[in-house]
């Protein structure tokens, strides 16, 4: 029970940080961003244990009061704050606040995540926000707190590292054991290593790679988002089945001491638009 409620109070975080991202939201991406704040808040008191769902119950309490205001104004954040609309909410804000900074320390202390992925997972969300709830997709973190994905919904097997170490992993498929042996199922593998500052090294990544030996490369490409940079590799005949990959390896923008390596593999041909999504929601680092 403490383990879900750990995981629910850390989806909770990273969408109470996305709303704090979002600075000027479209009324598209203040929907979106609220009511998925809000239904993390409700899993995580859903989750609680005995003693522990009062902070949480109240906190979805306080959204259940501000979610009709929003409504009322069709989300658009610049009508609401002319409008005053909110002013009689100041003390429920503030609460919200207190609770939403317990909840942050409850997390710190009891489910040792890494701050860092998670508000790197914030603001990489911030601006698919409003697409993320038709995305076919599921969170999914290790246990070590340090690499966090939304994957496939048709990959309901995940497995990872249950501490931080020099290398972590997290790993999603269908089946698990097949896409460790074959390349015949779908999924990805998700390695973080950490080197000095400034020290990464991209190209050992994809030349470590399980595809750079065993499938052929078509293509590579730039990749930048607002945390990482680095290059996407995109191969095929996998192992000598119809079998498509994608190699993604980047680093930290901000101190290049985290290296990320995210292996795809797609039987039967890219999906491509299931890859940039994914792409989109990762995080990882300590």
């Known amino acids: 029970m403490l383990a879900q409620f750990c995981f629910d109070s850390e989806q909770a975080y990273v969408f109470n940080q996305v709303t704090n991202v979002l600075t000027d939201p479209t009324p598209e991406q203040a929907e979106a961003s609220l009511s998925i704040l809000a239904f993390t808040i409700d899993a995580a008191a859903a989750s609680a244990p005995e003693g522990m769902a009062e902070q949480p119950q109240r906190a979805s309490e306080i959204m259940g009061e501000l979610i009709p205001v929003f409504e009322e104004y069709a989300y658009d954040v610049d009508a609401i704050s002319e409008s005053g609309a909110l002013e009689p909410m ?38 698919v926000i409003d697409q993320l709830r038709d995305w076919p997709l599921q969170p999914i973190a290790n246990q070590a707190g340090d690499i966090r994905l939304l994957v496939s919904a ?25 896409f460790d042996a074959t390349w015949n199922v779908p999924g990805v593998a998700a390695t973080v290593g950490y080197v000095e500052p400034g020290t990464a090294d991209l190209a050992i990544l994809f030349e470590t790679s399980l595809a750079a030996p065993d499938c052929t490369l078509d293509s590579s490409e730039d990749y930048v988002d607002d945390v990482y940079y680095g290059q996407l590799y995109l191969l095929s005949e996998c192992g000598g089945v119809d079998t498509d990959a994608a190699v993604l390896a980047v680093t930290d923008g901000a101190t290049e001491s985290v290296e990320v390596s995210l292996e795809f593999q797609f039987p039967g041909g890219y999906d491509r638009a299931l890859l940039d999504q994914m792409l989109a929601t990762f995080a990882a680092g300590a």
């Open 90 to 127: 100041a003390e429920s804000f503030a609460e919200f606040d207190s609770i939403m900074t317990q909840l942050a320390d409850f997390v710190d202390a009891e489910c040792t995540p890494a701050r860092a992925v998670l508000d790197s997972q914030a603001i990489k969300l911030a601006p």
């Open 154 to 178: 048709d990959w309901p097997e995940w497995i990872g590292s249950t501490e931080v170490e020099a290398v972590t992993l997290l790993q999603a498929s269908n089946d698990l054991d097949e």
